[in-house]
């Protein structure tokens, strides 16, 4: 959600590490320790550390042990974290900034300088807000805490940040890819990449099951590899790759004990996982609003669990027509009909929907109201019309009178999709190939390196032997001589549409469209 603010208004981006964040912490309790092993070894050497510590020990002469009394935490006391949120947040405090009332890691600050927001995870900070209103938060966290501060962000928590587009930040997470690879290397075997790649990570209208008794099971190292591969792929689902959420659902189901078929479907989700590394998440919010709006998409699957006959459900939140936040998980209970699942569904991801609403609204962010909510079963819209409800059961009557209170105060607005176009399906199935492409492309893009782009215009250049004439590389011609690269605003997918192959000398094949062609060289030849 931060990423995305920071996209929609331009804001700029820092990191903070503090250096030995949780030795700061104050300690409430009285808490010693045992001397470390090799602390002293002679009695004459006792008073030189007494006088170093500065602190009164008490020494048994009979069987010579000590202790130490802890002024400040250390790594590894279950108090110590709690301790350095305290010890910062407070520090924050003091010098203008408002504490979290709906995260407590959530901080924020508005002065003369402008609009700042701390995002803290641990001892890593993220900063976003008006440049001005940046400079100052560090320095006045400077004078408090040992930081080290990157101005230019361009990785946080595992994931590789782009924001060198003007209203629009790209995440992506390479290091995933290389450790999942490096990881199942050895079992996926040499020749894995030659294998055509699949269209959807999981089997189509496939459903796991959990181990029955009398089934061959995994070995415990192959249970353990399994483990590190549903691991990894949860880190990519929570982060970057909505589209793989339902594969690696039903894969967790099994972290206890799996069999070969859930081993066969793991090695098929990595194979396109890896096969599809390029895709990530392209935060480009809707400008042209006012107000920030907020959006949530649900769809739930009448009991999808096979096991244990518990629906499943999937949710997405936009926030200006960008995806911020999906999850696909099973119900915890059991419903009788396909309208109470969806409408258990639509409760759970109003809570999701109204913690951001309140998130927004903390640091002065004005939300378009009514939020709207886009679901597929006309009868639990219905539900919300009728003014006592069909719910029999206690838990579906007490959602109902939750969401009405907010459809009746108009923070809420129920509409209809159709399923074809709810995106959320992705989340609780396995589709058809051509479904899935159609959902998986509103949520994950392939990422293009800036690099790799310019790689790609000079490699065009030297296709062009009136471009290059007498000059060694690319670079060296006047045409990039003269900041001609109006290539660069065109992406290269575009050219990659007209031709289908490249050699390391020249275009060898040309697609129909001509006049298309002609029309790119001519913006890279100039007038």
Same mark, same amino acid.
């Given at each position: 959600t931060?990423?995305?603010l920071?996209?929609?208004?331009?804001?700029?981006?820092?990191?903070?590490?503090?250096?030995?964040?949780?030795?700061?912490?104050?300690l /409430? *309790?009285?808490?010693?320790?045992?001397?470390?092993?090799?602390?002293?070894?002679?009695? *004459?050497n006792i008073?030189?550390?007494?006088?170093i510590?500065?602190?009164k020990?008490?020494?048994?002469?009979?069987?010579?042990?000590?202790?130490?009394?802890?002024? %400040?935490a250390?790594?590894?006391?279950?108090?110590a974290?709690?301790?350095?949120?305290?010890?910062?947040?407070n =520090?924050?405090?003091?010098?203008g900034?408002?504490?979290?009332?709906?995260d407590?890691?959530?901080?924020y600050?508005k002065? *003369?300088y402008?609009?700042?927001?701390?995002?803290?995870?641990?001892?890593d900070?993220?900063?976003?807000?008006?440049?001005?209103?940046?400079?100052s938060?560090?320095?006045?966290?400077?004078?408090m805490?040992?930081?080290?501060?990157?101005k230019?962000?361009?990785?946080?928590?595992?994931c590789?940040?782009?924001?060198?587009?003007?209203?629009?930040?790209?995440? %992506?997470?390479?290091?995933?890819?290389?450790?999942? $690879?490096?990881k199942?290397?050895?079992?996926?075997?040499?020749? @894995?990449?030659?294998?055509?790649?699949?269209?959807?990570?999981?089997?189509?209208?496939f459903?796991?099951?959990?181990?029955?008794?009398g089934? =061959?099971?995994?070995?415990?190292?192959?249970q353990?590899l399994?483990?590190?591969g549903?691991?990894?792929?949860?880190?990519?689902?929570?982060?970057?790759?909505?589209?793989? =959420?339902?594969?690696?659902?039903?894969?967790?189901?099994?972290?206890?004990?799996?069999?070969?078929?859930? @081993?066969?479907?793991l090695l098929?989700?990595?194979?396109?996982?890896?096969?599809s590394?390029?895709?990530?998440?392209?935060?480009?919010?809707n400008?042209?609003q006012a107000?920030?709006?907020?959006?949530?998409?649900?769809?739930?699957?009448? =009991?999808g669990?096979k096991?244990?006959?518990?629906?499943?459900?999937?949710?997405?939140?936009y926030?200006?027509n960008?995806?911020?936040?999906?999850n696909?998980?099973?119900?915890?209970?059991?419903?009788?009909?396909?309208t109470?699942?969806?409408?258990?569904l639509?409760?759970?991801?109003?809570?999701?929907?109204?913690f951001?609403?309140?998130?927004?609204?903390?640091? $002065?962010?004005?939300?378009?109201?009514?939020?709207?909510?886009?679901i597929d079963?006309?009868?639990?819209?219905?539900?919300?019309?009728?003014?006592?409800?069909?719910?029999?059961?206690? %838990?579906?009557?007490? &959602?109902? %009178?939750?969401?009405?209170?907010?459809?009746d105060?108009?923070?809420?607005?129920?509409?209809?999709?159709k399923?074809?176009n709810?995106?959320?399906d992705?989340?609780?199935?396995?589709?058809?190939?051509?479904?899935?492409e159609?959902h998986?492309?509103?949520?994950?893009?392939n990422?293009?390196?800036e690099?790799?782009q310019?790689?790609?215009?000079?490699?065009?250049?030297?296709c062009?032997?009136?471009?290059?004439?007498?000059?060694?590389?690319?670079?060296?011609?006047?045409?990039?001589?003269e900041?001609?690269?109006?290539?660069?605003?065109?992406?290269?997918?575009?050219i990659r549409?007209?031709?289908?192959?490249?050699?390391?000398?020249?275009?060898? /094949? @040309?697609?129909?469209? &001509?006049?298309?062609?002609?029309?790119?060289r001519?913006?890279?030849?100039?007038?």
């Amino acid at each position: 959600t931060v990423l995305t603010l920071a996209a929609l208004y331009d804001w700029d981006l820092a990191i903070l590490d503090v250096e030995t964040a949780f030795l700061y912490g104050d300690l /409430k *309790e009285d808490i010693y320790m045992d001397l470390p092993v090799g602390f002293f070894s002679l009695d *004459e050497n006792i008073s030189r550390v007494t006088d170093i510590l500065k602190n009164k020990f008490e020494m048994k002469q009979a069987n010579r042990k000590m202790c130490l009394k802890l002024n %400040h935490a250390l790594y590894g006391l279950v108090q110590a974290a709690r301790s350095w949120w305290l010890k910062f947040v407070n =520090a924050l405090v003091n010098v203008g900034f408002e504490r979290g009332e709906v995260d407590p890691c959530l901080i924020y600050r508005k002065n *003369e300088y402008g609009i700042l927001i701390l995002i803290l995870y641990v001892d890593d900070c993220l900063l976003t807000g008006d440049t001005l209103a940046i400079e100052s938060g560090i320095n006045d966290i400077k004078k408090m805490f040992n930081v080290t501060v990157t101005k230019k962000v361009e990785e946080y928590l595992g994931c590789r940040i782009d924001t060198s587009r003007k209203g629009e930040i790209t995440v %992506h997470q390479p290091h995933i890819y290389k450790h999942l $690879k490096d990881k199942f290397q050895d079992v996926l075997g040499m020749k @894995w990449q030659e294998e055509k790649k699949k269209s959807t990570p999981s089997t189509p209208n496939f459903r796991l099951m959990r181990v029955k008794e009398g089934e =061959a099971v995994l070995s415990p190292q192959e249970q353990t590899l399994y483990r590190c591969g549903v691991g990894i792929l949860l880190y990519l689902v929570k982060q970057t790759r909505p589209d793989l =959420a339902n594969a690696t659902r039903e894969l967790s189901r099994a972290m206890d004990v799996a069999n070969y078929v859930h @081993w066969k479907e793991l090695l098929r989700v990595i194979k396109y996982t890896l096969k599809s590394q390029e895709k990530g998440i392209v935060l480009k919010p809707n400008r042209n609003q006012a107000k920030i709006s907020l959006k949530l998409v649900v769809d739930a699957e009448f =009991a999808g669990d096979k096991d244990t006959r518990k629906s499943i459900m999937g949710r997405v939140i936009y926030l200006n027509n960008t995806p911020i936040g999906w999850n696909s998980k099973g119900q915890g209970s059991v419903t009788l009909s396909s309208t109470k699942a969806e409408y258990v569904l639509m409760s759970e991801g109003m809570k999701d929907l109204m913690f951001i609403e309140m998130c927004l609204t903390y640091i $002065k962010m004005k939300v378009d109201l009514p939020m709207v909510v886009l679901i597929d079963n006309i009868g639990a819209m219905e539900m919300l019309d009728s003014k006592t409800g069909q719910c029999k059961t206690k %838990h579906i009557d007490t &959602r109902f %009178h939750w969401i009405k209170q907010y459809v009746d105060e108009n923070k809420v607005k129920v509409n209809y999709v159709k399923s074809e176009n709810n995106v959320a399906d992705i989340l609780m199935k396995n589709l058809q190939p051509k479904l899935f492409e159609k959902h998986a492309n509103k949520l994950v893009t392939n990422i293009v390196n800036e690099s790799k782009q310019m790689n790609d215009v000079g490699f065009f250049v030297r296709c062009n032997t009136r471009l290059m004439g007498k000059a060694k590389t690319w670079r060296d011609t006047d045409w990039a001589k003269e900041e001609r690269l109006q290539l660069l605003a065109e992406p290269m997918g575009e050219i990659r549409k007209y031709t289908s192959s490249y050699t390391g000398y020249g275009i060898t /094949k @040309w697609y129909p469209d &001509r006049a298309r062609l002609r029309q790119l060289r001519k913006r890279v030849q100039g007038p």
